[in-house]
């Protein structure tokens, strides 16, 4: 940049210069960044795991809820504090979002064409923080919908329902602290006060021993954290796997990057099949553990998780599941026959859906978590649904969506849903409140 100084005044007083625009920060492709970290999750006495990082957090993959701008605004203003207050943090956004947003940050973020690479983030997201309602925590799980170990969850509620939500925005900072000092251990706090002690017992328990990452580790990290035993609580919610199959068995779920044959693809919330615009009710063969059930004449069928127990499912007459019971919810939709009622099934139980050759209509559409696959079953095919196994031994955990959950006495997850059920759906309230 080039400089003039007026003649007779002294530089240090007045400097006159072509060009004063501040530097454009850039979009890094995110293959740059260094491979993820996997959390434990370490198991309690309570219902809820406890996350423990093997290390701090460093690639925060941010979901917004788009035309919003109330929460573009919001995620600004996050993005900004994290980078300044933690160093070591690479920030990851979606295309889009990349490029609407990434002038307005103090520092560069990394994001990937996933029409182009749509596994890109699998390999390096650390953290995943989501700024919107439910359709946005459902958007950020997608982006998973064919890895084996989505990164955690931190949710903020800012749109229409939020029944999934745990934070209110305003507790970003406080949030944000408790999820990226998850599992820190006392050597690598060091002069950081705990919330839980006084002073004096803080000098004098807390270590000289600096983190092995250095000043940009836990060891830079001010203020209140965790505490030496305690990490932040989470809420495995289970998922389900889901494939499209032709009549002669071979697989056609059009999930992008799907590459292996026969596991299917995940889905948080529910499989859905509907007669969408023809005029006849869908006939469907139901066979649950590989027996038939019954011949079903419905305008569709939804199959959820107990999380999307309270989505479609609960709409269309289901029951509501708390996320902690391991169970698959069969519901039909507008069924002819009224003893066809909503099934509650054991989460082992694998469920096949079978267009009949009774059918009048074409083909019956298909979504997955709200979004239409754009390719429907025609007669003959089948979906087939399977639970997703997460546990694998004591403390080993792999699979379901990992939601950071407000702390709460007990440490278990039966506020946030109660508070749900009352403050959201106005369960059992009283006509006329």
Sequence with gaps: MQCLLPRGIPGQFQRRCFSSSVPRHEIRDVSALPQRLIPKYQENHGELLSLQWPAPPRNVLL??????????????????????????????????????????????????SLEDKPTAFHDKV??????????????????????????????FSMGTLGFLSEWKFSEFKRAFREVYMSGAGAGDRTQVLESTRSESENQAGLGSQESSLGPTGWSSVRGQSMGASRGAPILMRNRLKVGLFTAD??????????????????????????????PHLAVVDIFVGGRYLTEAVVDGIIISTPTGSTAYSLSSGGSIVHPLVPSILLTPICARSLSFRPLVLPSSTPITLRLSEKNRGRELEVSLDGVNLGRGMAVGMEARVWNEEMRHGKNEWQGGVPSVMRRSMGGEA????????????????????
């Design 126 to 155: 650390d953290l995943t923080v989501t700024l919107g309602g439910d359709g946005t925590i459902l958007h950020a799980a997608s982006l998973f919908a064919t890895c084996s170990n989505v990164p955690p969850v931190l949710s």
């Design 414 to 433: 039966h506020a946030g849903w109660v508070g749900g059920l009352n403050g959201l759906l106005k369960f059992n309230y009283p006509f006329g409140e």
């Design 63 to 112: 979901v917004r809820k788009d035309c919003a701008p109330p929460v573009t605004q919001s995620l600004v203003e996050f993005v900004n504090h994290i980078t300044s207050t933690y160093p070591s943090i690479a920030v990851i956004l979606e295309s889009k979002t990349a490029a609407e947003v990434h002038e307005s940050l103090s520092h560069p973020v990394y994001s990937a």
């Design 249 to 278: 068995g071979q697989e056609t779920t059009p999930i992008r990057g799907k590459t292996d044959h026969g596991q299917g693809a995940y889905v948080m919330n529910e499989l859905l099949i509907h007669r969408g615009k023809e």
